[in-house]
């Protein structure tokens, strides 16, 4: 038995329209598992689950906002309406918020970005966690960022948000370690997707391409991560190859933090 099949395991995969959470889908379903594509855009969640269906897979998609409650309890009770069980879950959607000081950063957004990407993942572990400790089994990645391991000036929600991802990885790890469940986090580095198109164009509207030459000089792998590469780790972790990976920050960035 290769222990990095996932033995047609049920993944739920949020932000799973694009960029990394596609990237995932795929790898999931590659794995042999079946998805439940979770996105605010309803189209692009029905693109990937399309795509994995004519690679021959199981996939479902469905629409939630992960910032709502009652959208993730519906995403939840539609896992198992259609699959009856979920061993594994990419809490994964997230939102950037807009570059600018902290001294001048706008309260709305500041409230969006920490209702997406930190209570969206409380909200996921909420509502998934009851039914991984009923199955007494389960693997959870969160995605937090390199930003979620040290400051981002000019990124200060995002920042934040990510730090907190890191704080619930770490505590539910310490809750249900004992009940047959891992929860692990992601921390990528700049990976080749819509987000940092968006955060270069903020950062610099009229040259966009020299924060990506500006990012890339300083990478000891002198290019950007591939959303596929970030996949692949989170389909590990979920593996049984991961069996006493718990609790654990995985930084997948071409080795920028390291210098
Ligand atoms: N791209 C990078 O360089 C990078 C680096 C570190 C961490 N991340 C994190 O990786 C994750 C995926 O980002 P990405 O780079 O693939 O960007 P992306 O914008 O391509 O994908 C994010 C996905 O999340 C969805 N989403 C946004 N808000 C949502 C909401 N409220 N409810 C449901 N879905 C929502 C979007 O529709 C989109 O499909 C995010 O958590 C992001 O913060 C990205």
Not at 25 to 33: E, I, T
Not at 141 to 146: E, F, G, I, K, L
Not at 175 to 185: F, H, P, Q, Y
Request: proline content about 3%; hydrophobic content about 45%; overall charge neutral.
């Amino acid at each position: 038995m290769n222990e990095m099949e996932l033995k047609d395991g049920v993944a739920v995969v949020t932000g799973g329209a694009g960029g990394i959470g596609g990237a995932a889908c795929l790898a999931f379903a590659k794995a042999a598992a079946r998805i439940v594509v979770v996105d605010i855009d309803a189209e692009g969640a029905e693109r990937t689950a399309s795509e994995i269906r004519a690679m021959g897979g199981q996939a479902i998609a469905t629409r939630a906002d992960v910032s709502q409650s009652a959208d993730v309890q519906a995403y939840v009770k539609r896992a198992l309406d259609t699959f009856g069980r979920i061993d594994y879950f990419f809490n994964n959607a997230g939102t950037e918020g807009r570059v600018g000081p902290l001294a001048e950063y706008d309260e709305a957004v500041w409230d969006r970005v920490i209702g997406v990407n930190l209570k969206g993942m409380f909200l996921g572990l909420r509502h998934v966690l009851p039914v991984m400790i009923a199955q007494k089994k389960g693997a959870i990645v969160n995605t937090s960022s390199v930003a979620g391991t040290v400051g981002a000036p000019n990124l200060s929600a995002y920042s934040a948000s990510k730090h907190g991802v890191l704080g619930l990885t770490r505590s539910a790890a310490g809750e249900v370690g004992k009940l047959g469940i891992r929860v692990n986090a992601v921390c990528p580095g700049p990976i080749e997707t819509r987000m940092i198109r968006s955060l270069a164009g903020m950062s610099n509207p009229e040259d966009p391409d020299s924060v990506k030459r500006f990012n890339v000089g300083r990478n000891p792998m002198g290019r950007y991560g591939d959303p596929a590469e970030v996949a692949r780790v989170v389909v590990f972790l979920c593996s049984d190859a991961a069996s006493y990976v718990n609790g654990a920050a995985w930084v997948i960035d071409g080795g920028r933090a390291a210098i």
